[in-house]
């Protein structure tokens, strides 16, 4: 069973940064590409962005709320993919989870809690 543990939520005023991590149980490059997700209360769970985790990949996609915000990145060593949020908005208050997908089965964390506000 694949586990993925997120890790790096906490509560930041406007403007200031935060890291997630989302550290999994197996080798990333058997996924086909991991992301980061979040939901907000009473709002549909959205993509923020994703990473294609495959041997030859590394292409991101973001939401258009986030780009130029938020970084996502992986390291292959660790088994992790990190989130890298910088100007956070309060808007941006939500659970973030980690996804990731294979040729069977996406697979999702439990979740970790970022609120910005003052």
């Known amino acids: 069973q694949v586990q993925l543990v997120e890790s790096g939520g906490d509560l930041v005023q406007p403007g200031g940064s935060l890291r997630l991590s989302c550290a999994a149980s197996?080798?990333?490059?058997?996924?086909?590409?991991m992301a980061w997700y979040r939901q907000a209360p009473g709002k549909e769970r959205e993509l923020v962005a994703s990473?294609?985790?495959?041997?030859?990949?590394?292409?991101?996609n973001y939401a258009d709320s986030v780009k130029g915000r938020f970084t996502i990145s992986r390291d292959s060593g660790k088994n992790t993919v990190y989130l890298q949020m910088n100007s956070l908005k309060p808007e941006d208050t939500a659970a973030y989870f980690c996804?990731?997908?294979?040729?069977?089965?996406?697979?999702w964390g439990q979740g970790t809690q970022v609120t910005v506000s003052s």
């Open positions: 197996r080798n990333i490059f058997s996924f086909n590409y």
């Open positions: 996804n990731a997908e294979d040729n069977w089965s996406r697979y």
């Open positions: 990473i294609i985790t495959s041997f030859s990949g590394g292409r991101t």
